[in-house]
């Protein structure tokens, strides 16, 4: 199975300031086709998981701008650029190229 | 819009069975897969099935290969999961998802599994 570990797993931000989350896997996440299926999930207090990010960068409908994600290979990254109240959660990458589909831990960022 | 409304969580002894379902609108549901993913108290999440759109293929997580089983009604636009030989571990909210890039998300219901 592929393991997917995220960094770090507690993340205390200062509103307005910039946050950034790593995520590696345990093997290549470009498939046959050249496609890379990882996707970035935010869990609110309470609330179901929403996808915020898939296949690496792309920002679903919604989400705002200040959220966007990066890397390739094995080595992903979301950046939350100004953060927000509205943004403490539960971050999850997630890859969705192999079986069976991964989770990483989740990562916790919340309000100085 | 889409809308994913979840039942059929519960209370159920070890060995026990249950069957959730997810009624899904707003969008064409015979056209796309569909999955399941649990989150157990206080834990991170976990992928447990998909199903394809005609539900032909299905893919499990190997600790509910053999007790779990994804279908779904088109007719209907009703996904399932029938759970059967019910495990302490298997105590967790489970959430129905469009897609298998898990785009959309159920509100969740919970399964407790305990005498």
């Known amino acids: 199975d592929v393991v997917m570990t995220q960094s770090p797993l507690s993340l205390p931000v200062t509103l307005g300031q910039p946050a950034s989350i790593s995520c590696r896997s345990s093997?290549?996440?470009?498939?046959?086709?050249?496609?890379?299926?990882l996707n970035w999930f935010q869990q609110r207090p309470g609330q179901s998981p929403r996808r915020l990010i898939y296949?690496?960068?792309n920002r679903d409908s919604g989400v705002p701008d200040r959220f966007s994600g990066s890397g390739s290979g094995t080595d992903f990254t979301l950046k939350i650029s100004r953060v927000e109240a509205d943004d403490v959660a539960f971050y999850y990458c997630?890859?969705?190229?192999?079986?069976?589909?991964?989770f990483g831990p989740g990562t916790k960022v919340d309000i100085k | 819009e889409v809308q994913l409304l979840q039942s059929g969580g519960g209370l159920v002894q070890p060995g026990g069975s249950l069957r959730l379902s997810c009624a899904a609108s707003g969008f064409t549901f015979n056209r796309l897969g569909m999955a399941w993913v649990r989150q157990a108290p206080g834990k991170g999440l976990e992928w447990v099935s998909v199903i394809t759109e005609s539900g032909d293929i299905t893919h499990y997580v190997d600790s509910v290969k053999g007790r779990f089983t994804i279908s779904r009604d088109n007719s209907k636009n009703t996904l399932y999961l029938q759970m059967n030989s019910l495990r302490a571990d298997d105590t967790a909210v489970y959430y129905c998802?469009?897609?298998?890039?898990?785009?959309?998300w159920g509100q969740g219901t919970l399964v407790t599994v305990s005498s």
């Open positions: 998802a469009k897609s298998w890039w898990l785009d959309n």
């Open positions: 997630m890859q969705v190229t192999h079986w069976p589909l991964t």
């Open positions: 093997q290549s996440l470009v498939d046959s086709g050249g496609n890379t299926y």
């Open positions: 296949q690496v960068s």
